[in-house]
């Protein structure tokens, strides 16, 4: 049987806003009026679902579900890991708890190791499921992320700003992730994530 990891898990759970503010943004880009204030809160979503979708790492506590084809040990593959609040699998219509397990962090990626699991013989595809909070935690009513992870959405979104057409004629063509915030980046990237 091939291991699957499903994560269920919606990028835009996060609130850009909840991330980094409407005023501060404008305050980092320097806009002084309200007239593009719908695009600059739309373009703090795209940042922070940017770095969420490079990393692997959510911005904002959220809650979300792994689904497993079994019980195998393996690296989840978002995080940073909060809590994990059950683990279950489903043989037949009913769930059944499975409480003999543990967690280590290897580096940003959270791994999970089974004791003595069931053997599952099932006709559901995906029957282990793991439901677990992810996330920065709330600090002050905000997120905090770690500072290189914020900046890295203050330079995104500045990117975003300044540069709003596909093809730039007479300049240079950058990377996709520019280099210097790539680098702010890696350092938190969860590299099992899928």
């Known amino acids: 049987m091939r291991k699957k990891v499903v994560a269920d898990i919606d990028v835009n759970a996060v609130t850009g806003t909840d991330v980094l503010s409407l005023a501060d943004a404008k305050t980092w880009l320097r806009v002084t009026n309200d007239s593009e204030d719908a695009l600059i809160t739309s373009l703090i979503q795209v940042a922070v679902n940017a770095v969420q979708k490079f990393t692997g790492q959510y911005l904002d506590e959220i809650s979300c579900t792994y689904r497993m084809s079994a019980f ?52 559901n595809v995906l029957p282990v499921t793991i439901t677990a909070a992810i996330g920065y935690p709330q600090v002050s009513g905000s997120a905090a992320p770690p500072a290189e992870l914020l900046h890295a959405v203050r330079l995104l979104l500045s990117h975003y700003y300044d540069i709003r057409e596909n093809v730039i004629v007479g300049t240079t063509v950058s990377a996709p992730i520019p280099m210097g915030i790539q680098s702010l980046m890696s350092p938190y990237r969860n590299l099992y994530f899928v």
Do not use: W
């Open 72 to 123: 195998f040990d393996t690296y989840l593959p978002a995080g940073p890991l909060r809590s994990i609040s059950a683990v279950q699998y489903t043989p037949d219509s009913t769930p059944i708890n499975f409480d003999d397990y543990y967690i280590e962090i290897h580096g940003n990626s959270p791994f999970i190791h089974f004791d003595s699991p069931p053997a599952i013989d099932t006709e």
